[in-house]
């Protein structure tokens, strides 16, 4: 995993501690994940529907539907062209779905470069790590993103 990849999952971390903490002392860093393991291809930005190349599985929806349980979270990162652009791309290689927050971030790192995204400070970073926590919240999305 890149320098950039371990902050932003840092700074997901960090967002989810308003709420409950996780020690990611005992989080393996990754080198990767491969295709297989992501669960399927590549999306451009384009709005999520049937087109735009991103199964809408249970966790997907749990992401898009109006009035799913993420979807605020997904309304907020989507005011940033480089957050709907690592959502999109992240959500196409079903990295949201992955249980293990050490294979998350590795998943979505091609989404990160594909973005642009090349410093942790990037308002880009911040606004998508609510949306990565929801679907790892107990209360939300966990059920059907955590496979």
Known sequence: ?????RTLALAVAAAFCQNACLNLDDVPVTEGIST???????????????????????CNHCIYDEGAPCRADYDTCAKNAKCAEIVHCATARNCMSLADLSKIIPCA???????????????????????FY??????????VCSR
Do not use: E, N, R
């Open 109 to 131: 790192q091609v989404c990160i470069d594909q973005a642009g995204i090349t410093s942790s400070s990037d308002p880009a970073t911040l606004a998508a790590a609510p949306l």
């Open 36 to 58: 297989a393991d992501a669960g399927g291809g590549m999306s451009d930005a384009a709005a999520p529907d049937g087109d735009a190349g991103i199964p809408m599985t249970p």
């Open 134 to 143: 929801c679907t790892k919240d107990a209360t939300k999305c966990a059920d």
């Open 1 to 5: 995993m890149t320098v950039l990849g």
